[in-house]
């Protein structure tokens, strides 16, 4: 990835950043558009108010993400270090980056901007030195499980908790995906 600071620069013609804390809103905005997007398909995931201290607390740790195009945010993801012990305990958790939270304007959606982003992520995983970019993803969700199999990832396992919705366990390799061609101008 050309230019800026270590995990940010430009992905399929958006920069991509760390989220400012005065940005809390756009970060959230972009979540409850996802949210209504899945509900409107039938989805019951992220069907619950959005966890704003979840999200203000990964904005000050440097771990929440903007993507934008034309100063605008088009896109959020979370991506840190911090394996969740009720998933990833007996997987080596130091040897990943962890995704949590993406989520892509319907105005850009069809674009590509969830694989970029996930390619993006992949590549600061590579360079943090991880050998995997992980996520877990909504149980129920098949759609969702499909597309994250479509982008490389294997399905580890389904754990199944009461307390929680979600528990699909993907991964792949960390990589330095080639930069697009729209990135590099």
Same mark, same amino acid.
């Given at each position: 990835?050309?230019?800026?600071?270590?995990?940010?620069?430009p992905v399929a013609g958006l920069v991509v950043r760390a989220a400012r804390p005065g940005e809390l809103e756009q970060v959230e905005a972009l979540w409850l558009e996802a949210s209504r997007w899945l509900a409107g398909?039938?989805?019951?995931?992220?069907?619950?108010?959005? $966890?704003?201290?979840?999200? !203000?607390? /990964?904005?000050? &740790?440097?771990?929440?993400?903007?993507? #934008? %195009?034309?100063?605008?945010?088009?896109?959020?993801?979370?991506?840190?270090?911090?394996?969740?012990?009720?998933?990833?305990?007996?997987?080596?958790?130091?040897?990943?980056?962890?995704?949590?939270?993406?989520?892509?304007?319907?105005?850009?959606?069809?674009?590509?901007?969830?694989? $970029?982003?996930?390619?993006? !992520?992949? /590549?600061?995983? &590579?360079?943090?030195?991880?050998?995997? #970019? %992980?996520?877990?993803?909504?149980?129920?969700?098949?759609?969702?499980?499909?597309?994250?199999?479509?982008?490389?990832?294997?399905?580890?396992?389904?754990?199944?908790?009461?307390?929680?919705?979600?528990?699909?366990?993907?991964?792949?390799?960390?990589?330095?995906?080639?930069?697009?061609?729209?990135?590099?101008?």
């Amino acid at each position: 990835m050309s230019g800026g600071a270590p995990g940010t620069g430009p992905v399929a013609g958006l920069v991509v950043r760390a989220a400012r804390p005065g940005e809390l809103e756009q970060v959230e905005a972009l979540w409850l558009e996802a949210s209504r997007w899945l509900a409107g398909r039938g989805l019951d995931q992220w069907q619950y108010p959005p $966890r704003r201290w979840r999200m !203000a607390e /990964a904005i000050e &740790a440097g771990d929440c993400y903007l993507a #934008l %195009r034309d100063g605008r945010p088009v896109a959020t993801l979370t991506v840190h270090e911090r394996a969740d012990p009720e998933w990833w305990r007996h997987d080596d958790p130091r040897s990943a980056l962890y995704v949590h939270d993406l989520a892509v304007s319907r105005a850009v959606a069809g674009q590509a901007l969830g694989a $970029r982003l996930l390619d993006w !992520a992949g /590549a600061l995983a &590579a360079r943090r030195g991880k050998r995997w #970019l %992980r996520l877990e993803a909504w149980k129920t969700n098949r759609l969702l499980h499909r597309y994250y199999l479509d982008q490389g990832f294997e399905l580890l396992r389904i754990v199944d908790l009461p307390h929680r919705n979600s528990g699909a366990l993907f991964q792949r390799p960390a990589a330095a995906h080639p930069e697009p061609e729209e990135s590099r101008r």
